[in-house]
């Protein structure tokens, strides 16, 4: 192996929501973790959508994806686990001993017992808007991600899509734009039904099925677009009659184009873009789990919550392959002394702050 590498219990790979839990769970599990994540960043598919309002974690308040991002970070952190970012992990090699040694894109290797894989779709590109000269306008107002709802303000805006973000987007920026727009390819919407039923409520005008036929604009500014009814096949014919629109600003919401990469050529079992997992998350290769989006089992659930909880499972997996005599899940944390050092710790900060409190008053 030349140069001695440090051996971990587990090396997850990926730094989303299910990567995020897992590395702290394993912390729970008395295991050496490694996390690895191709982007210099941790948070995966959140930081796609910052200013996004998620609701659907359980026991949270509605959290901004970007608050959300930055909690799940502080807990992965909670047990000190390795972190390693901007590496894209490449190859995988079963050494005789029965551990594993990773080798990312870079040549940097990495040496563990068990394997998690957390890469959701792969690598993800923005599917981006295909027309003619589209690339200029997004120097100023052609946008595939939204930083900030409030810059909207008082401005006319067409927004393309029928995913969750295009859905959320209308809804956000009713009462903020002075007009919102919403075109899709098909009349049936993608997004989650209630929200959809939100936006058909609102004062979002909705096309459907539309498309943007034509952009206009002078430099890198756009200023107007056309859009045009599609038939029943979702293209346009010779007769089909544009519309144009005046606009300030252009959302695309095409949805994500995910790489998986070598990876794809270890050798794992797959039926559709992600790896096939048994109810213990297990892939078929031995000692490679899946968690998150990555997994594809019958009962999978694609929310965050069901990343928590696929990551829980592959992290009790890979604990049993290393000791079978293991017990098949961690404490939980209300009665595990693993917290006993750190609660006290959390005490003496809530007594700190009860004192200043009542100097204050």
């Known amino acids: 192996m030349g140069q001695k590498l440090e051996l971990f219990d587990v090396t997850i790979i990926g730094g989303g929501p299910a990567g995020l839990y897992a590395a702290f769970y394993s912390g729970m599990r008395d295991m050496k973790t490694k996390l690895i994540e191709a982007r210099e960043e941790l948070g ?18 509605p959290v901004r994806a970007a608050q959300l991002t930055k909690l799940m970070i502080q807990q992965a952190q909670t047990f000190d686990p390795t ?8 190859g995988l090699e079963r050494l005789v001993d029965g551990t594993m040694r990773i080798t990312s894109a870079t040549g940097e290797q990495h040496w563990s017992r068990t394997l998690i894989l957390a890469i959701g779709h792969g690598a993800l590109k923005l599917a981006k808007l295909n027309l003619p000269g589209a690339e200029n306008y997004e120097k100023d107002n052609l946008h595939y991600n939204v930083t900030d ?3 909207f303000r008082g401005k006319r805006v067409l927004i393309s899509g029928g995913g ?20 899709h390819r098909r009349d049936r919407f993608s997004g989650m039904e209630r929200n959809v039923r939100r936006m058909k409520a609102s004062n979002v005008q909705v096309l459907t099925p ?9 430099g890198n500014r756009l200023d107007a677009v056309s859009i045009a009814p599609l038939n029943a096949d979702g293209e346009w014919t010779d007769e ?21 990469g070598p990876i ?5 079992v797959r039926e559709n873009w992600n790896f096939n997992a048994d109810e213990k998350l297990a892939t078929n290769l031995p000692g490679v789990f899946v968690a998150g989006d990555t997994a594809n089992y ?14 829980a499972l592959a992290v009790n997996s890979a604990k049993l392959y290393i000791e079978p005599d293991a017990s098949i899940r961690a404490q939980v944390s209300s009665h595990n002394s693993k917290f006993d050092e750190k609660n006290r710790a959390l005490e003496i900060v809530e007594e700190r702050s009860r004192r200043d409190d009542l100097q204050e008053v």
């Open 44 to 61: 995966g598919r959140t930081l796609m959508y910052p200013e996004k309002i998620v609701w659907d974690v359980g026991g949270m308040a």
């Open 149 to 151: 709802v409030a810059s």
């Open 264 to 268: 794809v050529d270890w050798g794992l």
């Open 164 to 183: 969750d973000s295009a859905v959320d987007w209308a809804n956000e920026l009713v009462g903020i734009a002075s007009a919102v727009t919403l075109v």
């Open 298 to 311: 019958g009962s999978k659930l694609y929310l965050i919550a069901g990343a928590f909880t696929d990551a």
């Open 83 to 90: 972190i390693v970012l901007g590496q894209q992990i490449t």
């Open 240 to 260: 089909t009659e544009q519309e144009r629109l005046a606009v300030d600003a252009v959302l695309i919401n095409h949805g994500l184009r995910g790489d998986l």
């Open 210 to 218: 539309y498309a943007i036929k034509n952009l206009y604009g002078n």
